[in-house]
Each structure stands twice: as C-alpha cells, then as structure tokens.
C-alpha cells in the first residue's frame, strides 16, 4: 500500500542499538509489559486535523507543509485522497486508532444539507478502509470553533441559531461516529468561554453548556451509540477564559449538572501545563474521581507557553503519564491519542514519521519505566510509609470519622511536639531516572 509516502518503508522495530531513524527502536508492538502487548497498552492513535489537514500556518506566516495531495484542486477529491494518505501512514506506522473532527475529514460547503452528503461519502470511504486494515476510531468530534458563526461560542454563544446550528452539527457528528463503531466521542470547548465579562451573561452560558451536552446525552440514547463520551479540559485559547478550565472545574461542572455519570475526561498534557498543572495532575485528578477516559499525547513548549501541541519527547514526562494510565488499570475505551503536530519548519512528508516514531517510542520508554516502577513499588510503598500515621492511633480515628475538633484538640494538648519526616522528593527523582534509564 504504498501511494503517497512511497518512499517510507512499513517503520519497524529495529532496538535501541538501530542508527535508522525510520525504525523503532523502543516501541515493539508485540513485546509484552505485564501480560499486555505494548501496542494494547499505549493504543496510539494519530490526529487527522494535525497529521492530514494542518498546513503549519502561524501568526507571522502562510502554511509551509508539503503533502503528496497538494496539487489535487477539487476539495472532494482531496479529501479522498488523503483519506487514503491516512491508511497508508496508519499502516506504514502500525497505528490502530485515529481521531477526527468533521471538518477534517470533508469540507464544509455552501448548505448543511450537501455538507452532510460530503461527510456521508467520505465515511463511506473510510469505513472501507477500516474493514480491510482493522483500524478503528478512537473517537470522533465536531469542529465547533473554526467557522466565523461561531466567533462568540457554540453552545455558549449568544446566539440562539449558533446553539440550533451547533446542535445539529454535533448531531450528525455523533451519527457519523456511530456508523464507524467509533469508541467514543469528545468534546472540546473549542470557543465555549468569554474574553471579557462586561459583555457576557456567564451564568445563562454556563446553563446552555449543560444543556446542550444532556441534549447530546439523551440522543445518544436514542440512536444506541454506545461509544464513551469525553470531554477535554483547556484553560484558555481561543478564548481568554474557557469554561473547561482544568479537570477540577469539569469535573465540578458535570456533577453540579448531573453529567457526571455520561462523560469520562480527555486529558491533554499541553493543555494541563496552560492550566498551570502537570500532566499527571490532572490525569491523578481524573483517574481518583473516577473519571480518567483517554489522553491527547503531545507536550507543550514551557519556554513559549502557548499551545505548541509538540510530538511528546520527553521521557520523565510520558512515564509518569503512564504510571498513572497503569494505575487506572490501563486504557478501556481511551488511548494515547497524538494531538499533535510537527515544527513549522519541518515540512516534508517524512517529518510526519518521524514525529510519530519519536512520540512512540518515548510512549514505550514510559510504559516499561512506569510498569516496572509499580511492580517494584518504590514510589508507592514511599507513599505509603508517608501516610502511615493514618493507619493506627489518631490517624486511624480521623479517616475512619470517629473524632471531631474536639477529641482533636484534647490529643494536641496531650502530646508532646511534632515530628515530621522528610518528603524525599530528589531520592525519589533519582529513582525515576534510574527506572527509566534502566527500562529500556
Ligand atoms: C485543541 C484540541 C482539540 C481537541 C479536539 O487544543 O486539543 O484538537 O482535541 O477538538
Ligand atoms: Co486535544
């Protein structure tokens, strides 16, 4: 299968001594990692909007990608010719997921009703795909943030017919999802915030956001769509504030409007640094509500700030993503999804399997690091040791609810001064580099 990357071999696991930077050299699919192929713990999926459609525009500058369907004028045409671009990068990587918006897959055009019939024909076209490869659909999306209608929101605009549009347009989304056995569907603010309060009515906003997702809700039921609702946390961009702010917020927001049973959450690291988190916090925020879904794999740039969506690289980082993916007891519907692109500069088709292959392989470096951390439970039984106060005596009394201020105060007057431990946290850093550096 080999049409528009002709050049690029089926990418292979070479190890760590290959020098062929097209080949593995961590990532061994079939490799087990705790009774679990690599490939079905780290599930990766590539990002449609990113890999196939983004042309590396920025602020200063026009689009400098170049991709084997670029002379193709006619926009249908395109379309099909880079869904067939997809499956041969799925293939020539060995990745099994991948995600889209709507948009990404067909263009919008001058009606909702022949738009619709572009998205019919191109899900068509990919579902053929997806039967003679295996690949499937981690989840789909609607691109609720692009067009101008909706300059001030979606769900949260001011605008009535934005709301109706929006809905119909999530509607069919989910319906295309469906019709491609999509594991779930997600959900991101896009420009569902406010950039100044004077012109805002945050309260009516936030009641039409809840709204519009029990709508979403209720029509899942209706059609049978048994995929995993997500919703992403982004602090900010497009919009100043985005009322999906971090995971803490979501995760208030869907249990003080009774959702919180019908989504699970969709972390994303670089939006996690934005929000001023780590990837693991908000992962640790997710998984111990219950919460934790699927992620966008990529990594910001701490030195610019803004949302970079790197390829992830860096080791420390994608292993302690995944000691807490493993601690959640793996991925069920989600996986590591690569919402991410290349460097403006790095244009050529190639670039695309290089970033992947560099994404991949720091993914494998984590999960080998991650599980062995666990199974030895250095950290864990540290963790353990810190808190052991609470397993006997007064501590046993106060997390088992059985004394008040003040039995509290009584216990502070009887005893003698405090002492506390040290909270190790560079003995414990040495330790996750010495894991990862001997997981390989
Ligand atoms: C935007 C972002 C989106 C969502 C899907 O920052 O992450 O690509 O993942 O709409
Ligand atoms: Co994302």
């Known amino acids: 299968m080999s049409e528009f990357f002709k050049e690029i071999p089926k990418i292979q696991y070479e190890g760590p001594g290959s020098k062929n ?22 599930r990766f999926s590539v990002a449609y909007w990113h890999s196939f459609c983004g042309a590396g525009a920025d602020p200063f500058g026009v689009g400098t990608m170049i991709r084997p369907w670029d002379d193709i004028a006619d926009p249908m045409e395109k379309a099909r010719a880079r869904v067939r671009g997809a499956f041969e990068l799925f293939d020539k990587l060995g990745i099994e997921y991948f995600c889209f918006h709507d948009r990404d897959i067909a263009p919008e055009a001058d009606t909702l009703t022949e738009t619709n ?5 191109i899900v068509q076209l990919m579902k053929e795909h997806m039967k003679a490869t295996g690949v499937q659909l981690l989840w789909g999306t609607a691109c609720l943030f692009t067009h101008p209608r909706y300059v001030h929101g979606a769900s949260t605009s001011c605008n009535a017919d934005v709301f109706a549009f929006s809905a119909a347009q999530v509607k069919k989304a989910m319906e295309l999802t469906h019709e491609l056995n999509g594991l779930g569907y997600t959900f ?21 956001m809840a709204r ?30 985005q009322y999906d ?3 803490a917020t979501i995760i208030g927001f869907l249990r003080a409007n009774g959702l919180d049973k019908d989504f699970k959450l969709n972390i994303e690291a670089n939006h996690a640094t934005l929000a001023g988190h780590t990837p693991e916090h908000e992962l640790r925020m997710a998984r111990i509500n219950g919460l934790l879904g699927s992620v966008d794999a990529n990594e910001g740039d701490l030195l610019l700030g803004w949302d970079t969506d790197h390829l992830p690289t860096d080791v420390y980082n994608t292993t302690l993503i995944m000691y807490e993916i493993l601690q959640a007891g793996g991925f069920a519907t989600g996986g590591l999804n690569f919402d991410a692109k290349l460097r403006r500069p790095s244009f050529e088709p190639v ?25 030895d439970g250095p ?28 039995e509290l105060e009584q216990y502070a007057l009887d005893h003698g001064p405090i002492q506390n431990g040290s909270g190790r946290e560079e003995m414990l850093k040495s330790i ?5 550096l001997e997981s390989r």
């Open 379 to 406: 950290i864990e039984n540290f963790i353990a040791e810190r808190y052991s106060s609470y397993k006997s005596g007064v501590g046993a009394d106060i997390v088992n609810n059985k004394v008040g201020f003040k």
């Open 245 to 247: 702010f971090d995971a």
């Open 21 to 42: 930077p097209l080949a593995f050299k961590y990532y061994n699919p079939e490799e087990m990692v705790g009774g679990k192929k690599m490939k079905d713990h780290l």
């Open 351 to 375: 670039d695309l399997f290089h970033g992947h292959i560099a994404g991949m392989d720091a993914f494998a470096v984590g999960l080998k690091a991650a599980h062995k951390l666990l199974q």
């Open 188 to 208: 991101w603010g896009g420009r569902e915030g406010y950039d100044t309060l004077i012109n805002t009515d945050m309260k009516l906003e936030l009641e039409n």
């Open 117 to 121: 019939k572009r998205l019919d024909e």
């Open 212 to 241: 519009f997702l029990h709508m979403a809700t209720d029509y899942k039921k209706e059609i049978g769509f048994k995929g995993q609702f997500y919703i992403e946390p982004k602090p900010k961009e497009p919009t100043k504030h």
């Open 432 to 436: 996750i580099t010495q894991y990862i």
